[in-house]
T-cell receptor
Framework: KNEVEQSPQNLTAQEGEFITINCSYS?????LHWLQQHPGGGIVSLFM???GKKKHGRLIATINIQEKHSSLHITASHPRDSAVYIC????????????FGAGTILRVKS | KAGVTQTPRYLIKTRGQQVTLSCSPI?????VSWYQQTPGQGLQFLFE???????NKGNFPGRFSGRQFSNSRSEMNVSTLELGDSALYLC????????????FGAGSRLTVL
């Protein structure tokens, strides 16, 4: 079993829909990252969370440390949100060593 | 301010050769970490350097090595290349240890023939 599991693996949405991507992990963590990767490879860090909730524009990320679960929400989705979204955790005893989920491929259709 | 710069962006090598990739972090960032991304394995952590010292290491064979210089620039080296080493190699920088957001470079795409 992978230490970081994401769901769904693939997601197709219509423009304007509310989107949720989930991430569950099995290890003790010091922080969780949500990353976005567009075709061509470039990775952008969206959020780093150690507790609670963060919001940036149409993106919202939440984390429940007790349940070892995080969600990334996209409100009013747009075709430019089409990308791979990757969850990564910093294992508590290993500092900045990241363990990655397999990613969620999101396609938003207009 | 300049982002994280990785060179070269693309390179082709043959089996048995070695390769050196470079990463220049954002000015003032002291932590540099390296990652390998392949279609089969996804993103995997290679190692992290902080103030010229390797602080963390992933589960890769000894053919993969790295170092960091006093100006925080980092290099990674892969010796005796194998076909399976074909991948996108990404580096990311942090200002210092602890709770900081990573900034990634555009990556170096290595093809091993």
């Amino acid at each position: 079993k992978n230490e970081v599991e994401q769901s769904p693996q693939n997601l197709t949405a219509q423009e304007g829909e509310f989107i949720t991507i989930n991430c569950s992990y099995s290890v003790g963590i010091s922080a969780l990252h949500w990353l976005q990767q567009h075709p061509g490879g470039g990775i952008v860090s969206l959020f780093m969370l150690s507790s609670g909730k963060k919001k940036h524009g149409r993106l919202i990320a939440t984390i429940n440390i007790q349940e070892k679960h995080s969600s990334l929400h996209i409100t009013a989705s747009h075709p430019r949100d089409s990308a791979v979204y990757i969850c990564a955790v910093e294992e508590r005893e290993y500092g900045n060593k990241l363990v990655f989920g397999a990613g969620t491929i999101l396609r938003v259709k207009s | 301010k300049a982002g994280v710069t990785q060179t070269p962006r693309y390179l082709i090598k043959t089996r048995g050769q070695q390769v050196t990739l470079s990463c220049s972090p954002i000015s003032g960032h002291r932590s540099v970490s390296w990652y390998q991304q392949t279609p089969g394995q996804g993103l995997q952590f290679l190692f992290e350097y902080f103030s010229e010292t390797q602080r963390n290491k992933g589960n890769f064979p000894g053919r993969f090595s790295g170092r960091q210089f006093s100006n925080s620039r980092s290099e990674m080296n892969v010796s005796t290349l194998e076909l399976g080493d074909s991948a996108l190699y990404l580096c990311a920088s942090l200002k210092d240890s602890g709770a900081n957001v990573l900034t990634f470079g555009a990556g170096s795409r290595l093809t091993v023939l």
